[in-house]
């Protein structure tokens, strides 16, 4: 069956920082690959997709890439703010069935 | 602004009763809503799939009894958890596709309704 893995958090950072979130997924197929972004209080909102091998998602200056070759979508970000703390997720896609989601990462961005 | 809105977002309710949780699109008509539960530090974990005009595909290990879901219309979809108990406690998030979605697996998310059962 499908599963996502993501790394456990919370990860706490000081402003400025780099960031990266390992995910690694299993499925069968071909999925489409999602980061999904929780902010306190909100649902959650799509940050970045890719949809086949080597594809680079990107938004807000967050990157992924789908790297078949380890079954890995890495989400990184070379500087985060205060505002980017929130619980992030990622998530697979295969066929007509809903998303597979991994366990959610918290992020706390100090100032 | 939102595009998928959940009411009520939080509810604390007695053992044994009814709590009943809506989903509506808004700006758009979504034929399919999808039902998660999430448990603290856990993923969000699909409980059914709710399809307008027709019955809801529950995910296996879902009490069909206990979770009804009705899709009474193309921005409706409604979760009631019957007969409530303490280990029903949990967020509960609903999320639908876009009509005309360009990517299979991009979906609107409600907020979550937080249930809590004394």
């Known amino acids: 069956g499908n599963s996502v893995t993501q790394m456990e958090g919370p990860v706490t950072l000081s402003e400025e920082a780099f960031l990266t979130i390992n995910c690694t997924y299993t499925a069968t197929g071909y999925p489409s690959l999602f980061w999904y972004v929780q902010y306190p209080g909100e649902g959650l909102q799509l940050l970045l997709k890719a949809t086949k091998a080597d594809d680079k998602g990107s938004n807000k200056g967050f990157e992924a890439t789908y790297r078949k070759e380890t079954t890995s979508f890495h989400l990184e970000k070379g500087s985060v703010q205060v505002s980017d703390s929130a619980v992030y997720f990622c998530?697979?896609?295969?066929?007509?069935?809903?998303?597979?989601f991994g366990s959610g990462t918290r992020l706390q961005v100090q100032p | 602004g939102a595009v998928v809105s959940q009411h009520p977002s939080w509810v604390i309710c007695k053992s044994g009763t009814s709590v009943k949780i809506e989903c509506r699109s808004l700006d758009f008509q979504a034929t399919t809503m999808f039902w998660y539960r999430q448990f603290p530090k856990q993923s969000l974990m699909l409980m059914a799939t709710?399809?307008?005009?027709?019955?809801?595909?529950?995910e296996q290990g879902v009490e069909k009894d206990k979770f009804l879901i009705n899709h009474a219309s193309l921005t409706l979809s409604t979760l009631t958890v019957t007969s409530a108990h303490p280990e029903d406690s949990s967020f509960y998030i609903c999320?639908?596709?876009?009509?005309?979605?360009?990517?299979?697996?991009?979906?609107?998310f409600g907020e979550g309704s937080r249930l809590t059962v004394l």
């Open positions: 709710s399809n307008e005009g027709s019955k809801a595909t529950y």
């Open positions: 998530a697979l896609h295969t066929g007509r069935r809903a998303l597979t």
């Open positions: 999320s639908a596709p876009p009509r005309a979605s360009g990517t299979p697996g991009e979906l609107f």
